[in-house]
């Protein structure tokens, strides 16, 4: 779990977000009412609402707040997309809880849980339809990253030779294209000219990379409190992220006979991490972290002063700073 951003601390975003809440709840009412209980779950369970909030800021890049209705919906649009791709993995992880909830296939089982992540990506669908072809084909586009991204990952799974190469390209398809399209939504929903739609797209993404760096060391670093979920879950499960390569590049030879399989016990799991954290692989992920975070910012350079604009500096500044 990454740090609140200071994205939400901009001047008028409590009501922006306020009009988000409302909007995704209405989004997702079925006829059956079962269906709309397992649609709502995760909903009314929180979140942060970071690609919503990031879709308005962008748009309020040029108008500032409050935005329009069809920017609204624009990051509702983005927002169940992330929500339905959080019942699929939830299920592909067998995770007990999410959001600090009973994750939707412990509650109601797997099926219901894939069908209910499906009827979740409808609706993210028929919303973007109707913001017009460009906002609907960059939305399916960004569906189909999300699930390269993850197949990406589930090829190099228990892999301790996974190079940093195929971990940057699943971390842009699972993370990063999602963020990047909730900015360029934004942008286009809101009425930008060209340079500055692609302005935020590349905003988005590099914002993104940034978030699944910080969210990579913070399953290395934090404790199970601060996450809200058991640390170390990755490891556990051979996904090596950049922290850990980083450290079996380093020649960690302990750590790499521990890798390479399920770590059960929870005796593995910490002496796993307390071999990463004595390494210097958390130090260059945090570098690669910022790297990215300054590409984000670097992006931002050419749009005209704004409250906005300077949220979004801010709020990468913030990200990286939660690791320092
Ligand atoms: C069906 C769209 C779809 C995708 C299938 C399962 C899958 C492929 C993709 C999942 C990718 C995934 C879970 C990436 C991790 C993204 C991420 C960093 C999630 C956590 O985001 P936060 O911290 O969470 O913003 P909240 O709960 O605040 O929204």
Redesign the pocket.
């Known amino acids: ?2 740090p609140a951003s200071p994205l939400l601390a901009l001047p008028g975003m409590g009501g922006e977000l306020a009009r988000v809440e409302a909007a995704l709840r209405r989004s997702v009412i079925s006829d059956d009412p079962h269906l709309t209980e397992l649609a709502s779950h995760l909903i009314a369970a929180g ?5 919503p909030a990031l879709a308005i800021v962008s748009a309020a890049c040029r108008t500032g707040l409050p935005v329009t209705d069809e920017v609204v919906l624009g990051g509702v649009s983005v927002e169940l ?2 929500v ?3 019942y ?2 939830d299920v ?1 992880d067998e995770a007990t809880t999410r ?1 600090g909830v009973d994750s939707v296939n412990f509650r109601f089982g797997n099926l219901k849980a894939i069908l209910s ?1 499906d009827y979740l ?1 409808a609706k993210a669908s028929e919303i973007a339809a109707s913001l017009g072809t460009e906002v609907a084909g960059l939305l399916a586009a960004t ?1 189909g990253r ?2 390269e ?2 197949v990406r990952e589930l090829q190099s799974v228990f892999d301790v030779e996974r190079d940093e190469s195929t971990y940057l390209a699943s971390i842009a398809g ?2 990063a294209s999602l963020f990047s399209a909730a900015c360029r939504i934004g942008a286009i929903v809101g009425g930008h000219d060209r340079p500055a739609v692609d302005a935020l797209t590349e905003y988005g993404y590099q914002y993104g990379m940034a ?2 760096v910080v ?1 990579d060391v913070l399953d290395v670093t934090a404790t199970d409190e601060e996450l809200g979920k058991p640390s170390g879950h990755d490891m556990a499960e051979g996904v090596y992220t950049l922290p850990v390569i980083r450290a079996l590049a380093a020649g960690d030879d302990e750590l790499r006979e521990l890798l390479g399989r399920p770590l059960i016990e929870q005796s593995e799991i910490d002496k796993a991490r307390k071999l990463v954290r004595a390494g210097h692989g958390v130090d260059e992920a945090i570098v690669e972290a910022r790297r990215f975070g300054e590409l984000a910012c670097d992006a931002l350079a050419s749009l005209p002063p704004s409250d906005a604009a300077t949220a979004l500096a801010d709020a990468t500044t913030g990200l990286v700073a939660s690791v320092s």
């Open positions: 779990m990454a979140g942060k609402r970071l690609r997309v992330q339905g791709s959080l699929h993995d592909m959001r992540g990506l569906i999300l699930c991204g993850q699972k993370t978030f699944q969210d």
